[in-house]
């Protein structure tokens, strides 16, 4: 079932200045009985987490699109740059920061696409390599029939000199096959993957790791490149064979030399975001494991476990391919040097060293 019929939508306002946008005359013939309101100003209190994934917003985008990764002060950061070009997401898993993030609820869709694309060949123009992706702040493809990005930017990126696309989803949307003649190798089509036990009981109306890692392969057989994130890994008696399990089906499906990274990060959540889960996911037990408080106010496991997590499932990742470029999500030195032996000098090493992938990869095909 596509994304646009899975995720129940009850209601579109429509900000009086985006009435006339292609994305809002795009979204109403997907949902022509949808009922739709045009407003002024949407009121943004009074609506549980719940309701407000069912309604979309469409309005114009006042900040910019291309952003830097807001990363996470005192860890090396692999210095990402981010596409804003909605927030929020009508999948629910239980760990996810967007549910106090943002005070803004709703699926909200940026409409003032000419200006996002002028961002983006502005950026290609510095002639420096970015890596850039969607999935930071919604998910690539659950609103993608709304939005119809990947007819606006899969093509655009083609043409662009210096610019990869990473577009990071736990959906099962295929639109972005019907442009597999026109990316030229400068698109990542990447997945989210957990365990399947995660995936299960945490990650609420996604799809399976079986089915992510099938539509990771038509992607390679189409010529995109891939990309896969262990974020975050949680904690739980016999975790290790499950994610081995989820990563000897990720190698039996893609090769290696197609593979421009695979990142790690632990669970690790701002206070905020504990209250608001708990009381959301009564049936999750995540939150109620030991933490402490890291150098960017946010809990995390402790040290100690979380290094063993990580030897655990980069074993398990070098069991298959004793080359693909791994990589953790905002840790410190001490994690990088006990799992690696050794750790980038600083964000910048970080950020070169899969920029160097990148273009290694973009090669193979």
């Known amino acids: 079932m596509k994304s646009s019929e899975r995720f129940s939508i009850t209601k579109i306002y429509i900000d009086r200045n985006s009435v006339n946008s ?3 005359k795009n979204t109403l013939s997907l949902l022509p009985e949808t009922p739709y309101e045009i407003v002024d100003k949407l009121e943004k209190k009074g609506i549980n987490l719940s309701d407000s994934k069912k309604i979309l917003y469409l309005k114009e985008n006042k900040s910019n699109f291309f952003k830097k990764c807001p990363g996470t002060p005192n860890y090396i950061c692999c210095l990402y740059k981010v596409l804003h070009l909605a927030e929020n997401c009508p999948m629910d898993c239980s760990y996810c920061i967007l549910q106090a993030y943002f005070k803004n609820p709703y699926l909200t869709i940026f409409t003032n696409t000419d200006k996002m694309l002028n961002e983006i060949s502005e950026a290609d123009k510095k002639g420096v390599i970015y890596r850039v992706g969607t999935g930071e702040w919604t998910d690539s493809f659950a609103l993608e029939p709304f939005g119809n990005w990947n007819q606006l930017l899969i093509p655009f990126w083609g043409e662009l000199n210096n610019l990869f696309l990473e577009l990071k989803s736990k959906d099962n949307n295929l639109d972005f096959l019907k442009y597999s003649k026109v990316h030229k190798r400068k698109v990542i ?71 421009c ?54 074993k398990a990742i070098r069991k298959r391919s004793l080359n693909v470029p791994l990589y953790f999500c905002m840790e410190n030195r001490k994690v990088w040097e006990s799992v690696f032996g050794v750790a980038p000098k600083n964000s910048k090493s970080l950020s070169n060293y899969l920029d160097e992938s990148i273009l290694k990869v973009s090669k193979n095909y």
């Open 189 to 259: 089509i990447s997945f989210s993957l957990n365990s399947s036990k995660i995936q299960q009981s945490e990650e609420l109306n996604t799809t399976t790791i079986e089915e992510r890692i099938k539509i990771a392969k038509k992607a390679y057989e189409q010529g995109f490149i891939n990309s896969f994130h262990f974020d975050p890994i949680i904690y739980y008696n016999g975790y290790q064979k499950d994610y081995e399990d989820s990563i000897n089906m990720l190698f039996d499906n893609i090769p290696e030399n197609n593979i």
């Open 22 to 24: 292609q994305i809002t």
């Open 261 to 314: 990274w695979i990142s790690m990060g632990t669970l690790r959540f701002i206070p905020a975001l504990k209250d608001i889960a708990i009381k959301r996911f009564p049936n999750s037990n995540i939150y109620f494991q030991e933490f402490h408080t890291g150098i960017d106010s946010k809990y995390r496991y402790f040290i100690k476990k979380r290094i063993d997590i990580y030897r655990d499932i980069v």
